[in-house]
């Protein structure tokens, strides 16, 4: 059961408002054919009264379909009933001050129009000349609404007797076979490949589609005669999933996303906010003729109506990632990634080495033996920031101020993960064992000895040659095995850089003994955070982890979503990220301290 609010107009009786009830009757719906749009195209939208469910009970009555505020509500349905193929229904209006305006002009007739939300349970449909018209089998009314803009152009007023204006119904009809003839047209010339000026000739000289195609096919033929050219046409997709992707892709790159975007993504650079808003309305059954910029966003910017916010958020969500990305720590490159189902503590079990194989007895019995393990653990932490899109912005489609609003975002996140790093990499902590992960008695710590970075400089490779040392030559947790881990990275702070770049720099010795044995072993990074002259060289993580990070399964980096906001204009945004680090083991990492 498809459960996506749906709207129709009417327009209320003339006259029918009575002030001592502060009722007014109106019809609300009418199976006049209204032309709507889905996936496959064009269609008319017929409601049968005799498939409506009445037994819904004290709806209310809104001011333009708005729910952002208890003032948007006016009153409410007295009693909804079938006449003939009409549904009508009575209104009641809200005694309150705010209310008083809109019962004024009611009264003295300015307003007039009615429009009604409804769900569908389910749909029939059949072929006609006109093309495809839609009718639900069993359908809800959800709510009644006074719009400016009644859609219905059939609703009667109550007190006219006639039947339904077969006039109106059958220029309904001839409006959307009108519609289909062009759009059919149109889609022709474009999949042959030719210019739109031979759609708007066929469609001015009045072509059916079987002339159409016909000159479509000569006007094919005619040009490969004369320039034998091959082109690649993809056919048009109308799917609402491709849409919002390439419309978030677009607007992604208008705010600053950089790169170059896909060949179907070109069509919507030149869309503006409103004119996605619009389209996304239209994709939803939602009328905007007549509309200003504000009720556009407004209506856009409701969950049930459209996917416009949806759009947005896939959009910022792509510049903050791409962002976040260029502002990621380095000292993300010396740990294992993971992700974990909760925000529970989460244990990474390790487990001790096996030694060596044992030569089998004449008996064939094999000795087992058990290994040693041991856990360090980490927990996720959750860390949010809130952006707020206002309506001037969208109506002024500023969308550079937009996309650096975001790109701050995705920075903050990566901002937020290198601080946690830095502290877990600088704090020293200690393991599930009791003792700091850099320990003299781990053998995995250096000291200069006092002096100077630069004296840290001119010992670099004896730096690099004690590092070796020792992490060639740990002993695994079974305090036999050797573990071998070769040094990979190391890490500096700003402020010895330089030096560092000097260490590891390559060199044209004339000597062996000249030749600099860092250089072709080791990769330098860079952590601005860092303080000091310490050196921290690291095992590659492939070979064997000293650090971990992880997010949550469901939402692996910065994400970007939709927030309720009654309380403000426009749309709001969350950004959020779920992340956590520890330690794994300390074997894979050598600190020295420096000055």
């Known amino acids: 059961m498809t459960t996506d609010a749906l709207t129709r107009a009417a327009q209320t009786r003339p006259n029918s408002f009575d002030p001592a009830t502060r009722t007014v009757s109106a019809v609300i719906a009418s199976p006049t054919p209204v032309p709507r749009r889905d996936s496959r195209g064009p269609f008319l939208e017929v409601l049968m009264a005799a498939t409506l469910d009445l037994s819904a009970a004290d709806l209310p009555v809104l001011d333009s379909h708005r729910t952002a505020s208890v003032r948007d509500q006016l009153g409410r349905v007295r009693s909804i009933a079938v006449e003939g193929d009409s549904v009508v229904a009575v209104l009641w209006l809200s005694s309150a001050e705010d209310v008083a305006p809109v019962v004024q002009r009611i009264a003295d007739g300015t307003v007039t129009g009615v429009s009604i939300g409804y769900r569908v349970a389910g749909w029939t449909e059949k072929q006609t000349q006109a093309g495809r018209v839609k009718s639900p089998t069993a359908w809800t009314i959800t709510e009644v609404t006074l719009t400016s803009n009644p859609a219905d ?21 001839r409006d959307v076979a009108e519609q289909t003839r062009r759009h059919d047209i149109r889609a022709l010339v474009r999949t042959a490949g030719l210019d739109a000026q031979v759609a708007d000739d066929l469609i001015d000289a009045g ?5 159409a195609k016909a000159e479509i096919v000569d006007a094919v033929q005619d040009r490969r005669r004369a320039a034998p050219i091959i082109r690649s046409h993809a056919p048009a997709n109308d799917d609402p999933a491709t849409i919002i992707r390439r419309q978030s892709d677009a607007l992604a790159f208008r705010m600053g996303g950089g790169g170059e975007p896909a060949k179907d993504v070109r069509p919507f650079l030149n869309l503006s906010l409103r004119d996605m808003a619009v389209d996304s309305l239209t994709r939803a059954g939602v009328s905007t003729r007549g509309m200003s910029a504000d009720e556009v966003f407004t209506r856009a910017g409701e969950h049930t109506t459209s996917d416009f916010a949806l759009t947005v958020s896939n959009a910022m969500g792509k510049v903050a990632l791409d962002t976040y990305k260029a502002a990621e720590s380095p000292l993300k490159t010396l740990c294992r990634q993971r992700t974990l189902p909760n925000f529970k503590d989460s244990t990474s079990i390790r487990l001790g080495e096996m030694g060596r ?27 949010a920031r809130g952006v707020t899109v206002s309506r001037k912005l969208m109506i002024d489609d500023d969308l550079g101020l937009l996309g650096d609003m975001t790109a701050a975002l995705g920075e903050a996140a990566a901002q937020t993960e290198a601080d946690i790093l830095v502290t877990l990499l600088t704090g020293n902590p200690n393991l599930s064992d009791g003792t700091p992960v850099f320990d003299a008695t781990r053998g995995n710590l250096g000291n200069a000895g006092g002096g100077s970075a630069g004296a840290i400089g001119s010992a670099g490779v004896d730096v690099f040659t004690d590092a070796r040392q020792a992490m060639r030559t740990v002993k695994g947790m079974d305090g036999k095995t050797i573990v071998g881990a070769a040094p990979r990275f190391m890490i500096v702070g700003p402020e010895i850089e330089t030096l560092a770049e000097k260490i590891l720099a390559e060199t044209y010795p004339t000597k062996s003994d000249e030749v600099n044995v860092a250089a072709s072993k080791m990769t330098l990074l860079v952590e601005p955070r860092l303080e000091g002259d310490a050196v921290y060289i ?31 204009l426009g749309m709001k945004y969350r950004a959020f990220l779920d992340f956590g680090a520890g330690w794994l083991d300390w074997r894979g990492a050598y600190l020295h301290e420096g000055s």
């Open 538 to 568: 690291f095992a590659d993580p492939a070979r064997l982890a000293a650090m971990q990070y992880a997010y949550l399964s469901s939402a692996q980096g910065i994400q970007i979503q939709r927030t309720e906001a009654w309380d403000t």
């Open 153 to 173: 152009p059939s609703a009667r007023l109550r007190h006219q007797e006639e039947s339904p204006m077969p006039e109106a119904t059958e220029t309904v009809l």
């Open 357 to 383: 194989l044992e030569e089998l007895a004449e008996s064939g019995e094999i000795t087992h033996t058990s290994r040693a393990e041991s856990g360090e653990t980490m927990r996720l932490k959750t860390f």
């Open 207 to 211: 072509a059916d589609m079987t002339r």
